[in-house]
């Protein structure tokens, strides 16, 4: 079993949709949470952390459940741009990131 | 540029050939790692440093690969007698202990490794 597991894609949903994915990690030493994006050919790059009381950032909005070990992130408004691949990702005691396999979003005009 | 580097960015070698990738952390991080990319999958955690001081390695790291950081500045990924399933790419990320928990890596372009 992976440490980090995500919703299989592609997603493909038209401009203006809600769009949810969600995220399962089996390590419950892990100590932070990340979500992070990533386009075509690109480094990932930080789209934001993700606690416990749950946060939200503009249209985004992250969510951590630690009793269950989950993690979700939640777009509002779904704009052609946020077409890319959303890594879930866990800091572990370890002292480095792990990553889900990642989720691809398509967003259609 | 106080990005991460790295270099190559594109490398097309044969198979059983070997190669060596460099990264240049940002200067003031003093945690350095590694990551493999193939395509559909997420980043998969190949090693990383503290300072010089290499202090975890993955099981994916064959004996072919090797990983240095001589000066606890940049670092060089060596793979010897490549194969087609190194085919990938080989991300590098740095951050400072203490910070990288909240989220303070920062990631290369990577060096797009394929084995013909």
């Known amino acids: 079993r992976k440490e980090v597991e995500q919703d299989p894609g592609p997603f493909n949903v038209p401009e203006g949709a809600t769009v949810a994915f969600n995220c399962t990690y089996s390590?419950?030493?892990?100590?932070?949470f990340f979500w992070y994006r990533q386009d075509c050919r690109k480094e990932p790059k930080l789209l934001m952390s993700v606690y416990s009381s749950g946060n939200e950032d503009g249209r985004f909005t992250a969510q951590l459940n630690r009793a269950s070990q989950y993690i979700s992130l939640l777009i509002r408004d779904s704009k052609l741009s946020d077409s890319a691949t959303y890594l879930c990702?866990?800091?572990?005691?370890?002292?480095?990131?792990?990553f889900g396999q990642g989720t691809e979003l398509s967003v259609k005009p | 540029d106080t990005g991460v580097s790295q270099d190559p960015r594109h490398k097309i070698t044969k198979r059983g050939q070997n190669v060596t990738f460099r990264c240049d952390p940002i200067?003031?991080?003093?945690?350095l790692y590694w990551y493999r990319q193939t395509l559909g999958q997420g980043p998969e955690f190949l090693t990383y440093f503290q300072n010089e001081a290499q202090l975890e390695k993955s099981r994916l790291l064959s004996d072919r690969f090797s990983a240095e950081r001589p000066k606890g500045s940049f670092s060089t990924l060596e793979i010897q007698r490549t194969e087609q399933g190194d085919s990938a790419m080989y991300l590098c990320a740095s951050s400072s202990a203490g910070t990288d928990i909240v989220g303070g890596y920062t990631f290369g372009s990577g060096t797009r490794l394929t084995v013909v």
């Open positions: 990702v866990v800091y572990n005691q370890g002292g480095k990131l792990i």
């Open positions: 390590n419950s030493a892990s100590q932070s």
């Open positions: 200067s003031e991080h003093n945690r």
